[in-house]
């Protein structure tokens, strides 16, 4: 199976030490995808909607496609400074522009409470972020095989 290399992944972690640890677990399992970076709720809002403001979103090539590229998947913490992930999850699902991106949570929370929160909500996944460096890598390679590798989105317009 071929990985689909082109697809950008948006990680909201704010954490440096946990979004380093992923980044060099990716790296190690050659996922070649680019990644980008949001440390807080504010930082989503502002990427993606200004994503929807560009040219990418009217079928025209991006003008710089470091920036204006849609996320395949967005792995999302749920406690963050200022809007947290709950929010963020719920606005998301509630926007027909957004609605349709997966959003896996990746929270080091196990509470029964937010797991059902989340998938009321709309989340596709909701992983826990083990203190296990090795339980850490099979999360995270569970991840990869499934959303990055096997899974086949939607067409999004």
Known sequence: ????????????????EDFRMLQRL???????????RCTNGD?????????????YTKGEDPPNS??????SVILLDLNLPGIDGRDILDRLK???SFKGIPIVVFTTSSNPKDIELCYQKGANGYLVKPMDAQELKK????????????NIPPVLD
């Open 66 to 71: 470091k920036v204006a590229l849609r996320p």
């Open 26 to 36: 990716m790296r190690r399992m050659s996922v070649q995808n680019p990644i980008h």
């Open 139 to 150: 999360t995270i390679q569970a991840f990869v095989d499934y959303w990055l590798e096997a």
């Open 94 to 96: 509630q926007d027909n």
């Open 1 to 16: 199976m071929t990985k689909k290399l082109h697809e950008p992944l948006l990680v909201v972690e704010d954490s440096n």
């Open 43 to 55: 930082e989503v809002l502002e990427f993606l909607y200004k994503l929807g403001n560009d040219a």
